[in-house]
């Protein structure tokens, strides 16, 4: 059975650095696509960065350039680098897989597709 469990918010002041955790278990990183989603209050979940068990990579266009999704299959974790943040990634973070083996940045606007969420992480930019 797969759980993800997530780690890593907190507050920090925009231009601030963070780096989200996710502790994967029950997946061998083999045939599926890692991402992380966030979610506002009131709003949609949207994704924000995936990795397939290749390492390609794809970002939403408003992070990328500062965010850094990477994952370490020897310790079954995947992160998040987020630097530059900016009061507008305030939001509730969430570790996710899908069982695809491909990411597409389509998948950020359906949070559906999903098989498997973390608990979330609060992140929370000050400026």
């Known amino acids: 059975q797969v759980e993800l469990v997530d780690s890593g918010g907190g507050s920090v002041l925009a231009g601030g650095s963070l780096r989200l955790s996710c502790e994967v278990s029950?997946?061998?990183?083999?045939?599926?696509?890692m991402y992380w989603f966030r979610q506002v209050e009131g709003k949609e979940r949207e994704g924000v960065a995936g990795i397939d068990n290749d390492g390609d990579v794809v970002y939403a266009y408003d992070v990328e350039g500062r965010f850094t999704i990477s994952q370490d299959v020897v310790k079954n974790r995947v992160y998040l680098q987020m630097n530059n943040l900016k009061p507008e990634d305030t939001a509730m973070y969430y570790c996710?897989?899908?069982?695809?083996?491909?990411?597409?940045?389509?998948?950020?606007?359906?949070?559906?597709?999903?098989?498997?969420w973390g608990q979330g992480t609060q992140v929370s930019v000050s400026s």
């Open positions: 996710a897989l899908r069982l695809h083996y491909l990411c597409y940045r389509t998948t950020f606007a359906h949070p559906e597709v999903i098989n498997k």
């Open positions: 029950g997946y061998n990183f083999d045939y599926g696509c």
